[in-house]
T-cell receptor, first 111, second 115 residues
Framework: GENVEQHPSTLSVQEGDSAVIKCTYSDSASNYFPWYKQELGKRPQLIID?????GEKKDQRIAVTLNKTAKHFSLHITETQPEDSAVYFCAASDSWGKLQFGAGTQVVVTP | DAGVIQSPRHEVTEMGQEVTLRCKPI?????LFWYRQTMMRGLELLIYFNNNVPIDDSGMPEDRFSAKMPNASFSTLKIQPSEPRDSAVYFC?????????????FGPGTRLTVL
């Protein structure tokens, strides 16, 4: 089955700096890669996703890149703000729509 | 749309008791997923349904766990008997169709504490 590894487990950045989270996956058939943000005590919420037919997608301060050859994808947050502090999860979807989640990255943005 | 609805939001019970968690997916969504989240194991898929039929229950920890979906708008996850190690947040999620690139929308979760 699919195995997703996520790094780093914690990330502390100064407000205004960029944050990068990286994930690798094992199943070459995976073709959908969502990123979820989870604030303390809340549900995971989709912030951006990418499908295997594109290499990069951007939404305001958030961007995701995908390298299918190397089987890795990354989340980039620019101009970080305190409200970006949360746990971020990457995931990869197999052909049946099952999502395998990474272990999560705790992002702390300090003013 | 109200989104995915789960109840109860919090449940505290004693070891050995039966626990039933409930979920109402987004109207029109064909897929329903049950997840468990713990610090140690992260987000784990327990079981998922397509058009009310269980498709994959390989993530269900053991026979103490069971899930049903009697109709398109309701699902239950039951633990009987409950144990302290079942303490976790249980999320229900739904998605629109079989296309495996459809977004999964999560409910608010049920925080279960087994004493």
């Amino acid at each position: 089955g699919e195995n997703v590894e996520q790094h780093p487990s914690t990330l502390s950045v100064q407000e205004g700096d960029s944050a990068v989270i990286k994930c690798t996956y094992s199943d070459s058939a995976s073709n959908y890669f969502p990123w979820y943000k989870q604030e303390l005590g809340k549900r995971p919420q989709l912030i951006i996703d990418i499908r295997s037919n594109v290499g990069e997608k951007k939404d305001q301060r958030i961007a995701v890149t995908l390298n299918k050859t190397a089987k890795h994808f990354s989340l980039h947050i620019t101009e970080t703000q305190p409200e970006d502090s949360a746990v971020y999860f990457c995931a990869a979807s197999d052909s049946w729509g099952k999502l395998q989640f990474g272990a999560g990255t705790q992002v702390v943005v300090t003013p | 749309d109200a989104g995915v609805i789960q109840s109860p939001r919090h449940e505290v019970t004693e070891m050995g008791q039966e626990v039933t968690l409930r979920c109402k997916p987004i109207s029109g969504h064909d897929y329903l997923f049950w997840y468990r989240q713990t610090m140690m194991r992260g987000l784990e898929l327990l079981i998922y349904f397509n058009n009310n039929v269980p498709i994959d229950d390989s993530g269900m920890p053991e026979d103490r766990f069971s899930a049903k979906m009697p109709n398109a708008s309701f699902s239950t996850l039951k633990i009987q008997p409950s144990e302290p190690r079942d303490s976790a947040v249980y999320f229900c999620a739904s998605s629109l169709s079989r296309d495996n690139t459809d977004t999964q929308y999560f409910g608010p979760g049920t925080r279960l504490t087994v004493l």
